[in-house]
């Protein structure tokens, strides 16, 4: 069956530390890739999202994420966390020709200030 | 444009009561979702539907029943309540291609006393 694994299930920093989200995907041939983030109290809102070209991808709030393809990763970074990024960030695949995506348990971010 | 509108927010049922838990989206989205949220489980897809008239099962669609009789709506219909019910639900429509995100709706906070 196709998943997503998240490693990182509780992830605790202090402001400007740097972050890395680990995510790995069990498809084969072409994917698509997303990373949604829900902030306490709302809905998912996509971060960024990966089909093709260039593996590093930016999204908003200065988050990026690496498609490797070897290594079935699409990890999750940003350089300098701040309080605000306090939040749940689930990432999510869609392929081996299927439409509907697979979503990971999501990794609960808290930044202290 | 309002985007993806679930109703109610919150609700509180008894055990072995009915409700349907409406969700409406403006965007002309083919493809429309229902998940479940529990604490560090990530989203578990309950049913989904590719259009007017088409509906499947997702990963935890026991307990639950849904209909497409307009691309705009998908209700979630829960028939007899139960404990392990309680939840928050979170509806979501899509344009149907794999690189498209999900656009997700507030979420419906449910309690089953």
């Known amino acids: 069956a196709q998943s997503v694994s998240q490693h990182n299930h509780h992830v605790i920093l202090s402001e400007a530390a740097s972050l890395e989200l680990g995510c790995n995907y069990s498809?084969?041939?072409?994917?698509?890739l997303f990373w949604y983030v829900q902030y306490p109290g709302q809905h998912l809102q996509l971060l960024l999202k990966y089909f093709s070209g260039d593996p590093l991808v930016k999204g908003i709030k200065g988050f990026e994420a690496e498609f490797i393809k070897s290594k079935f990763s699409f990890n999750l970074r940003k350089p300098s966390v701040q309080w605000s990024d306090t939040a749940e960030y689930f990432c999510?695949?869609?392929?081996?020709?299927?439409?509907?995506?697979?979503f990971g348990r999501g990794t609960s971010l808290i930044v202290h200030p | 444009n309002a985007g993806v509108t679930q109703t109610p927010k919150f609700r509180i049922l008894k055990i072995g009561q009915s409700m349907t838990l409406q969700c409406a989206q403006d965007m002309n989205h083919n493809y429309m979702y229902w998940y479940r949220q529990d604490p560090g489980m990530g989203l578990k897809l309950i049913y989904y539907?590719?259009?007017?008239?088409?509906?499947d099962k997702g990963e935890v669609p026991n307990g639950y029943n849904v209909s497409r009789s307009t691309t705009e709506d998908f209700p979630l219909r829960l028939e007899l309540a139960a404990p392990s019910q309680t939840s928050v639900y979170f509806c979501?429509?899509?344009?149907?291609?794999?690189?498209?995100?999900?656009?997700f709706g507030d979420g419906t906070r449910l309690s089953i006393l």
């Open positions: 979501a429509s899509s344009p149907g291609q794999a690189n498209q995100p999900q656009h």
């Open positions: 539907s590719v259009g007017a008239g088409i509906t």
């Open positions: 999510a695949a869609a392929g081996g020709g299927s439409y509907i995506p697979t």
């Open positions: 498809y084969g041939g072409t994917v698509n």
